[in-house]
């Protein structure tokens, strides 16, 4: 009896020593000091079109020396999300001023990949502490210049973090660019480039419960998106000619049965069933097992094969 109540004690410290060491995990979202928070990043697009987008190592950014993915739920993936560590450490209220993310060389089919993603307004989205944050990838510089041939095309070197926190708990976080920080891709040539970040942590009155308000309200996503009119009429076109074609097979297929029940109606009774009536009864017998497959269906068990 003695032993077991020995055990049971044991158990009882180790059960209260993990809770107190997951306490400042992202788990419950309160953290100490010098605490590292999860930054992740998920993907990059084009800004005009959102429906587009790649993972966010598809572009030469600096990596981390372990890239972990995050297990994402359900909703994630059918959302498309893709989250990998990003290569900036943010840790709970520690400033950083130019932190040094890494120093390389960009070939010239790198820059070539990060010019095209400036020249059609490429952004980024990552999640800290669960919460989103987005920013653009470069600019162009059209001022004064009537040919395209003469524009430059500019990618943002640092990414200035502003992060809000109330107590234990981070409320919200801004990214920002710096327009005077930039590294010119307009030409097809090696670059030696340097990328670097900035911290500023901010207090806050605002509570936990309501961190989320903001990006019920706003996004900085664009609200109006430009318009493909060109795609959007294809796409009637193309349904109108489809509904045409499969009405007039169905027309033609069904005809003689229309006309042969249309002119006797009670000989058609006596006759045995042809055509599309023969398969009347087929549509509504039940399968076999059918209990079985209601509480498959039911409880969404085919969504295993996501």
Not at 145 to 158: E, T, V
Not at 225 to 235: T, V
Request: charged content about 25%; some cysteine; glycine content about 4%.
């Amino acid at each position: 009896m003695a032993g077991f109540f020995v055990a049971a004690v044991a158990i009882s410290l180790l059960v209260a020593c993990s809770l107190t060491q997951v306490r400042s995990d992202g788990s419950d979202h309160r953290y100490n000091v010098g605490d590292p928070v999860p930054l992740y990043a998920n993907k990059v697009g084009p800004f005009q079109n959102p429906s587009e987008t790649y993972r966010y190592f598809d572009l030469p950014f600096c990596v981390p020396d372990h890239v972990k993915e995050k297990k994402e739920a359900l909703g994630e993936v059918l959302n498309g999300d893709r989250l990998v560590s990003a290569p900036y450490k943010i840790d709970f209220l520690v400033d950083k001023d130019s932190e040094i993310v890494c120093t390389k060389k960009l070939t010239k089919d790198e820059v070539v990949q990060f010019r095209s993603a400036v020249t059609r307004d490429y952004y980024f989205q990552m999640y800290y502490d669960d919460l989103p944050l987005w920013g653009f990838l470069g600019k162009v510089d059209k001022e004064g210049k009537a040919d395209p041939r003469d524009y430059k095309y500019y990618l943002f070197r640092r990414l200035y973090f502003e992060i809000f926190y109330n107590k234990d708990r981070v409320i919200e976080i801004n990214a920002r660019t710096d327009p005077s920080s930039l590294i010119d891709v307009t030409e097809d040539k090696e670059i030696d480039a340097d990328f670097m970040y900035t911290v500023k942590w901010k207090a806050t009155e605002t509570t936990f419960e309501k961190r989320m308000e903001k990006y019920s309200q706003s996004s900085s996503l664009p609200h109006h998106l430009e318009i493909h009119w060109f795609s959007i009429i294809n796409s009637c076109v193309t349904v109108l000619l489809l509904t045409g074609f499969l009405a007039t097979i169905l027309m033609r297929v069904l005809k003689n049965d229309f006309v042969k029940y249309a002119n006797d109606e009670e000989a058609a009774d006596d006759q045995e069933e042809t055509g599309w009536k023969y398969i009347h009864g087929d549509v509504f017998r039940f399968p076999k097992y059918k209990s079985l497959l209601a509480a498959a269906l039911g409880s969404g068990t085919q969504l295993f094969t996501l």
